[in-house]
């Protein structure tokens, strides 16, 4: 049972483009979203979040945003950089119904590979 | 920057052996979490320990899986039985805020192989 779907196993971005991440989630108890970077042999680390009162966030080159309606958010990463090759997690939690203990719900993730 | 430390990098060990694995979170952090990706798969909630005890657990997390923490500053993870299906990535995580998941940091992982 897959809630939260990242459909492409990866994804291949010239230096300087944009990189555009997609997540779809089925789970409409669903409302805080996150999106998770992961190195090789490191932990995942979190990279930014969204709550479903908005429907954009903000943080440097990163942009997260939300379509509720749709049930699907992105990562934009914007000039996209060597350094930011690596595995996108995204993830969502039931946070207001109290489902912050439960942990979070994972996607399979997202190869990123930015080319020179 | 603290960092929350897992070991072993690696474990091996044979059907239905008894396996530990370790973990020292961020000393201020309150939230406790065990989390597992199988090859190939997404990562994959287990549990969470809040004030000495268990908050949530997952279908994961039958019998086989206990959680522990022995003194002010490990957490642990034991398997009483491993199965082949357990081989994986586990990994440990804390947070500092109760239902602050935004703010969970991860271990590197101890990727436990089961033969």
């Known amino acids: 049972d897959q809630q939260v779907k990242q459909n492409s196993p990866s994804l291949s971005v010239q230096e300087g483009r944009i990189s555009i991440l997609n997540c779809d989630y089925t789970?409409?108890?669903?409302?805080?979203f996150l999106w998770y970077k992961k190195y090789p042999a490191e932990g995942p680390t979190f990279l930014i979040s969204?709550?479903?009162?908005?429907d954009k966030n903000e943080d440097g080159r990163f942009t997260v945003f939300l379509n509720k309606s749709a049930k699907h958010l992105s990562l934009h990463i914007v000039p996209s950089q060597p350094g930011d090759s690596a595995v996108y997690f995204c993830?969502?939690?039931?946070?207001?119904?109290?489902?912050?203990?439960?942990?979070?719900?994972f996607g399979k993730g997202t190869h990123l590979i930015i080319q020179p | 920057e603290p960092e929350v430390t897992q070991t072993p990098s690696h474990q091996v060990t044979q059907m239905g052996q008894e396996v530990i694995l370790r973990c020292v979170p961020i000393?201020?952090?309150?939230?406790f979490y065990w989390y597992r990706q199988i090859l190939g798969q997404k990562v994959e909630f287990l549990v969470s320990?809040?004030?000495?005890?268990?908050?949530?657990k997952s279908e994961i997390f039958d019998d086989q899986f206990s959680v522990e923490r022995p003194d002010g500053s490990n957490f642990t993870l034991k398997i009483r039985s491993t199965k082949l299906e357990d081989s994986a990535m586990y990994f440990c995580?804390?947070?500092?805020?109760?239902?602050?998941?935004?703010?969970?940091?991860f271990g590197s992982g101890t990727q436990l192989s089961v033969l």
């Open positions: 789970n409409s108890m669903f409302d805080y």
């Open positions: 993830a969502a939690s039931a946070f207001s119904s109290g489902g912050g203990a439960d942990g979070l719900t």
């Open positions: 995580a804390s947070s500092e805020e109760f239902l602050a998941n935004e703010k969970l940091f």
């Open positions: 000393s201020n952090h309150l939230y």
């Open positions: 969204i709550s479903s009162i908005k």
């Open positions: 320990f809040y004030n000495n005890e268990i908050s949530e």
